[in-house]
């Protein structure tokens, strides 16, 4: 074809791109055969093509870090704890005004943060320790197609801890060690997997903004966010989801108003979401137009003057809460 072909000498394990993906390929096949396990693949791509990648990641995956334990047993599949600490990695639990947390279930787990998961466990084998998933490096287009593909033969461990890591040393779960605070941020989860439990059961009786019991009360907020029509397609009726055009790209704040009732007297309140850390961000929002969304702003008592509150966001796919938990206070005024 008249093509023109170079061949030249590279030093091994010096950054060359196509050294890179032989190494990775290497330690893959590697784990492979470690288990004994006979994998054939290939793969044809047009040139042009093959430096795209696709990442599949679920709308309610949003915020950088997902916190969970070594032991498998201590662990629910699709079931995530999210969390951006508001400083550094290691200060999850620390008071932290821009701390979020959220509280994830899907219907249809990740299965490539399950294999990192399940990766984990094996490297543990039983001891007892808090895991922090790295999903900026998960998500990264040249870490997550291997993972997607060749799930935890992907991945490697560290001789000198429990860490999950990439072929490349890239760290993808870390465990927090030492422990610190963050035995103080489990216990926010827990009590966030509580509120949403609740919410649950008070959902399967019937949700009501002023009925309920006086410790959790819901407030239907979906039509703040999105506007809904109702289609006919194939003489069946559709519900046609949209993201209100004024929650533009970029969008972050924006004012709830409720009514919360104190000592018999109701009270108003203007409750203030930052997306993103209150609730999911505005392009995630966007994602969730086909999932046919409903949002619930949930306030609980804190005490017999205050409240605290939270966003939980349903859907076909699954089930979230999120909370900007050291930033969630409304106090009542007396009248």
Same mark, same amino acid.
């Given at each position: 074809?008249?093509?023109?072909?170079?061949?030249?000498?590279?030093?091994?394990?010096?950054?060359?791109?196509?050294?890179?993906?032989?190494?990775?390929?290497?330690?893959?096949?590697?784990?492979?055969?470690?288990?004994?396990?006979?994998?054939?693949?290939?793969?044809?791509?047009?040139?042009?093509?093959?430096?795209?990648?696709?990442?599949?990641?679920?709308?309610?995956?949003?915020?950088?870090?997902?916190?969970?334990?070594?032991?498998?047993?201590?662990?629910?599949?699709?079931?995530?704890?999210?969390?951006?600490?508001?400083?550094?990695?290691?200060?999850?639990?620390? %008071?932290?005004?821009?701390?979020?947390?959220?509280?994830?279930?899907?219907?249809?787990?990740?299965?490539?943060?399950?294999?990192?998961?399940? +990766?984990?466990?094996?490297?543990?084998?039983?001891?007892?320790?808090?895991?922090?998933? +790295?999903?900026?490096?998960?998500?990264?287009?040249?870490?997550?197609?291997?993972?997607?593909?060749?799930?935890?033969?992907? &991945?490697?461990?560290?001789?000198?801890?429990?860490?999950?890591?990439?072929?490349?040393?890239?760290?993808?779960?870390?465990?927090?060690?030492?422990?610190?605070?963050?035995?103080?941020? &489990?216990?926010?989860?827990?009590?966030?997997?509580?509120?949403?439990? %609740?919410?649950?059961?008070?959902?399967?009786?019937?949700?009501?903004?002023?009925?309920?019991?006086?410790?959790?009360?819901?407030?239907?907020?979906?039509?703040?966010?999105?506007?809904?029509?109702?289609?006919?397609?194939?003489?069946?009726?559709?519900?046609?989801?949209?993201?209100?055009?004024?929650?533009?790209?970029?969008?972050?704040?924006?004012?709830?108003?409720?009514?919360?009732?104190?000592?018999?007297?109701?009270?108003?309140?203007?409750?203030?979401?930052?997306?993103?850390?209150?609730?999911?961000?505005?392009?995630?929002?966007?994602?969730?137009?086909?999932?046919?969304?409903?949002?619930? &702003?949930?306030?609980? %008592?804190?005490?017999?003057?205050?409240? %605290?509150?939270?966003?939980?966001?349903?859907?076909?796919?699954?089930?979230?809460?999120?909370?900007?938990?050291?930033?969630?206070?409304?106090?009542?005024?007396?009248?």
């Amino acid at each position: 074809n008249g093509a023109s072909i170079t061949v030249e000498w590279v030093k091994a394990h010096n950054g060359e791109f196509g050294n890179n993906i032989a190494d990775i390929l290497a330690v893959i096949g590697m784990n492979y055969s470690r288990e004994r396990v006979a994998h054939n693949t290939y793969n044809v791509n047009e040139a042009k093509g093959y430096w795209k990648s696709e990442i599949d990641k679920h709308p309610f995956i949003n915020f950088k870090r997902i916190y969970f334990n070594s032991v498998e047993r201590f662990n629910v599949i699709g079931h995530y704890f999210q969390a951006d600490p508001g400083g550094g990695d290691f200060t999850i639990g620390k %008071r932290i005004p821009e701390t979020g947390f959220a509280v994830v279930r899907l219907k249809e787990c990740d299965p490539v943060l399950e294999s990192v998961k399940q +990766k984990q466990y094996e490297i543990a084998n039983d001891f007892n320790s808090i895991i922090m998933m +790295k999903l900026d490096n998960i998500y990264n287009k040249d870490v997550y197609k291997y993972i997607q593909e060749h799930g935890k033969y992907s &991945l490697i461990g560290n001789s000198n801890n429990l860490n999950v890591e990439f072929p490349d040393r890239r760290p993808l779960a870390v465990e927090v060690n030492p422990t610190g605070l963050s035995l103080r941020a &489990l216990e926010h989860f827990n009590h966030l997997e509580d509120i949403l439990n %609740r919410f649950i059961d008070y959902k399967e009786i019937g949700l009501d903004n002023r009925d309920n019991n006086i410790l959790l009360n819901s407030h239907d907020i979906t039509d703040h966010f999105f506007t809904r029509e109702e289609k006919l397609v194939k003489k069946e009726s559709i519900s046609k989801y949209t993201l209100r055009p004024e929650f533009g790209v970029g969008f972050r704040d924006t004012f709830i108003d409720i009514e919360e009732d104190y000592n018999g007297v109701s009270h108003s309140f203007k409750v203030p979401l930052i997306l993103g850390t209150d609730l999911l961000p505005r392009n995630n929002l966007k994602k969730l137009e086909d999932h046919k969304p409903t949002i619930h &702003l949930i306030t609980w %008592r804190e005490s017999s003057n205050s409240l %605290r509150y939270a966003t939980i966001i349903e859907c076909e796919s699954g089930i979230g809460l999120w909370s900007n938990f050291f930033a969630d206070r409304l106090f009542f005024q007396q009248k």
